[in-house]
């Protein structure tokens, strides 16, 4: 299995501008997390999915971020307008049979928003 | 879920044994303890989890005290490609909460 995938790696774009950010989780796993990291506040939840269904959302900063998970391959991050405090790295993991089982990271998105 | 507590850094020499500790005294009887690391610009990587018995694999070996107040992750014979910084987590549910974790680096 190739784990999980995300796309695209870096990103760069300008303030004001719409970010879309993809992830492909581990076939059969049916749990999916978006996380972001920066230096200042270090790695949180941002929100997760199982079976498809958002299951929390807490952690979505502002209703500039948003989320979807149209099928059990394919998820979305995307932020608009994207602002220079969004800046950090995106991780999305995803998880087997419930989500207690160990979780696995993608490589990262690192969005710089000038 | 309970908070957990760690040492900000640790040096260990390389091909020793790195024992990093883990506080968690207000750990829930349902909650277990779960370690993570994450290499340089890489996402965490899961290295082991348990309950309340010692657990062991390929990667490294979990001790869980009697009262389940603190844990140990033994990195049994440490080498280069493991400095990282390691989060131990203690949860009960779905959700993972990352804190600021032990850098630990290994000295050639």
């Known amino acids: 299995d190739a784990g999980v995938i995300q796309s695209p790696r870096h990103e760069v774009t300008e303030m004001g501008q719409e970010v879309t950010l993809r992830c492909k989780p581990i076939?059969?796993?049916?749990?999916l997390f978006w996380y972001r990291q920066t230096m200042m506040r270090g790695l949180e939840l941002l929100i997760y999915?199982?079976?498809?269904?958002?299951?929390?959302d807490s952690g979505m900063p502002e209703d500039r971020f948003s989320a979807k998970m149209p099928n059990a391959s394919f998820s979305t991050l995307k932020i608009q307008p994207s602002e220079p405090r969004d800046s950090a790295v995106y991780f999305c993991?995803?998880?087997?049979?419930?989500?207690?089982?160990?979780?696995?990271f993608g490589p990262g998105t690192r969005l710089t928003v000038t | 879920d309970a908070k957990t507590t760690q040492p900000p850094s640790m040096d260990c020499a390389e091909g020793r044994a790195a024992n990093l500790p883990c506080n968690h005294s207000?750990?829930?009887?349902?909650?277990?303890v779960y370690w993570y690391r994450q290499i340089h610009s890489q996402g965490p990587q899961y290295i082991i989890h348990?309950?309340?018995n010692n657990e062991t694999n390929e990667m490294a070996s979990l001790i869980i005290t009697e009262d389940r107040k603190s844990s140990t992750l033994i990195l049994p014979h440490a080498t280069l490609r493991d400095t990282a910084v390691y989060y131990c987590?203690?949860?009960?549910?779905?959700?993972?909460?990352f804190g600021t974790g032990t850098r630990l680096t290994i000295i050639p």
């Open positions: 993991a995803s998880s087997p049979l419930g989500g207690f089982y160990e979780q696995y």
């Open positions: 348990g309950l309340k």
């Open positions: 999915f199982n079976n498809n269904v958002p299951i929390d």
């Open positions: 987590i203690v949860k009960g549910n779905e959700k993972l909460t």
């Open positions: 207000t750990i829930s009887g349902n909650e277990y």
């Open positions: 076939s059969g796993h049916d749990y």
